[in-house]
């Protein structure tokens, strides 16, 4: 069910698609430097039509205790937000709430995924909830609103000299 005709992936010309390594055939967004610099962040779809994320614990993704650093984990799952929200989500959007508990800490190495669902999609906001997992391992819950924002034109009007 990976489909690519998806409306939200027609309106991501920064989408990329892993060729070779663990990511091979999985998505990412290379349009938004933090996730860049702070990822890579991965999702893809399953038969199911459910959208799965994932990263591989870096040492950059590290605290002083050698823990996952949570701004990591809140980071990921903000991505996964939009990744979950992407059968829906028919351009541009900006998150506008975020919850989140941190269960349980993740190492260097590990495999962190997250999977989570639509709970509601209106007309303008999206409603999502989700876990973050390591193997079977609960480490972090989140839910979220993000809204679909429209381009503005700039109004023409006086330059100022």
Known sequence: MDDLTKTAYRHRPDLHVATEGE??????WSGDNFESHNGPFWHRTEDDGSVRCAFRVEKKH??????????AF??????????????????????????????????EGELVEGSGEVTRAGGSMIFLRGILRSGERPLFTFSGTIKR?????????????
Request: hydrophobic content about 45%; aromatic content about 12%.
């Open 23 to 28: 990511f091979k055939g999985w998505r990412t």
């Open 62 to 71: 590290l605290n002083g205790a050698s823990n996952v650093h949570g701004g």
């Open 74 to 107: 809140m980071s990921f799952a903000d991505y996964c937000l939009f990744a979950i929200a992407s059968p829906v989500l028919e351009g541009q959007a900006v998150t506008v709430s975020f919850g989140c508990e941190f269960l349980d800490a993740a190492r």
């Open 149 to 161: 924002v429209k381009r503005r034109t700039p109004a023409a009007g006086p330059v100022a000299s």
